[in-house]
């Protein structure tokens, strides 16, 4: 029985650190939308020109583009079978609902929603220094966060999916508390799954 986890939480919240610390404990595929458009990116495919424009803003890629990369890193049904660690992904609503599509009904197992203060957020990605990190594309990422993404946190709640965890503290400490989320949640826990 594969475990699916999708991580959530604004620009900064640690999403990428917490999700390497999941994907190398339980050893799931880690599955990050912006790694997908920073691969294409390097490989300078049309899809990674068309991002660029919108991720050097701090814009949202549109959605038909966004959802298109993610069917084609699941086009392989095997892919879908492993489970994963989702992070990045989905950010506006019409994604979640593409999401639910390709997995199937009832495939989400948890959701964890990383919450950060919005201070120490903006130190983070200014310290991050990532090129689109600069501070008109952290306060764009940041309202949209804000509009489309953390509406999202109410969608999977509704859904009986969402675990809130204080993103606060070092990585370990954070790391630690994800793991008490997750253990509460899951039964069998997704060691005993795989
Ligand atoms: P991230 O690595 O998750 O911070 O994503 C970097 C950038 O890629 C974002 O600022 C967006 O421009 C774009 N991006 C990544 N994932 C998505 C998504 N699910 N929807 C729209 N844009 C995205």
């Not at 949202?60 to 993610?70: E, G």
């Amino acid at each position: 029985m594969p475990t699916y986890i999708l991580l959530m939480g604004g620009p900064g919240a640690g999403k990428g650190t917490q999700a390497e610390a999941l994907v190398q404990r339980y050893g799931l595929p880690q599955v990050a939308s912006g790694d997908l458009f920073r691969d294409n990116l390097k490989r300078e495919t049309e899809l990674g020109q068309l991002a660029k424009g919108f991720m050097d803003r701090g814009e949202l890629v549109p959605d038909d583009i966004v959802v298109a990369v993610v069917e084609e890193r699941f086009a392989n049904p095997r892919e879908v079978e492993s489970g994963f660690v989702l992070d990045g992904f989905p950010r506006t609503e019409t994604q979640a609902e593409a999401l639910f599509k390709i997995l199937g009904p009832n495939r989400l197992d948890l959701v964890i929603d990383l919450e950060v203060p919005r201070d120490v957020v903006v130190e983070r990605l200014l310290a991050r220094n990532r090129e689109d990190d600069n501070e008109e594309s952290i306060n764009r990422r940041l309202e949209l966060y804000e509009s489309e993404t953390k509406p999202l946190v109410d969608f999977y709640r509704e859904r009986g999916l969402l675990a809130t965890v204080d993103g606060y503290g070092d990585e370990q400490e954070v790391h630690r508390r994800m793991l008490a989320a997750i253990g509460e949640r899951l039964d069998p826990s997704p060691v005993e799954r795989s």
